[in-house]
């Protein structure tokens, strides 16, 4: 497999591995999904409770704790997919962020197996024997070409072959002759 090649499925992978991790169970990395998540429910709590001010601030950390399950890209991906649906109540916020973290965590499991699959593709064809050119072969005899001439006669055919192999012709014979 080439060098590129390679790369670039390595680096598919690993971005893919990389957006399906889990949260942080501690620690400054927790800390920065937690706040990042915290934003994008600020936004998804001010569409649906435009006069809710910081009184969806314990809405927020109740839904962080719940979103925590997911994976931490995924997480933070769908929720900021999920201002452009419509809600009628906050509850419904956490259902949607679910589904569309559903999704996406499909999608990228199928795109883990898709680069397997290709990979094993490319290794598999770049393991197949090189093929060998044909040995030359020989006229044929005029023996030979005579007896094939005959034969395609007997099945319906008009043929006409020459004895080097190089010129054949063959046409669709209007009357079958009879044996």
């Known amino acids: 497999m080439g060098d590129a090649t390679e790369a670039a499925i390595a680096a598919a992978e690993w971005k893919t591995q990389h ?8 620690g400054p990395e927790r800390a ?14 001010a569409k649906v409770l435009p ?26 991906t769908a929720a900021k997919k999920a201002i452009h649906t419509p809600y009628r109540f ?17 999608r990228r499991r199928a795109r883990l197996l898709r680069l397997a699959t290709m990979r094993a593709e ?27 001439n005959g034969y395609m006669r007997r099945v319906g055919c008009a043929t006409r072959f020459t004895v080097d192999g190089g010129t054949y012709q063959a046409d669709i014979a209007e009357e079958v002759p009879s044996a």
């Open 19 to 26: 957006e399906l991790r889990p949260v942080p169970a501690g």
């Open 32 to 45: 920065q999904w937690e706040k990042a998540i915290d934003e994008r429910l600020r936004r998804l709590a």
């Open 51 to 76: 006069t809710a001010g910081d009184g969806a601030a314990d809405w927020r950390c109740a839904m962080v704790e719940a979103l925590s399950d997911l994976p931490a890209m995924v997480a933070l």
């Open 90 to 106: 906050i509850g419904e916020i956490e259902g949607e962020v679910r589904r569309l973290a559903d999704e996406m965590i499909v």
């Open 122 to 148: 490319i290794e598999r064809a770049a393991a197949m024997p090189a093929v060998l050119p044909a040995e030359p072969t020989l006229p044929p005899t005029p023996e030979a070409v005579e007896a094939l």
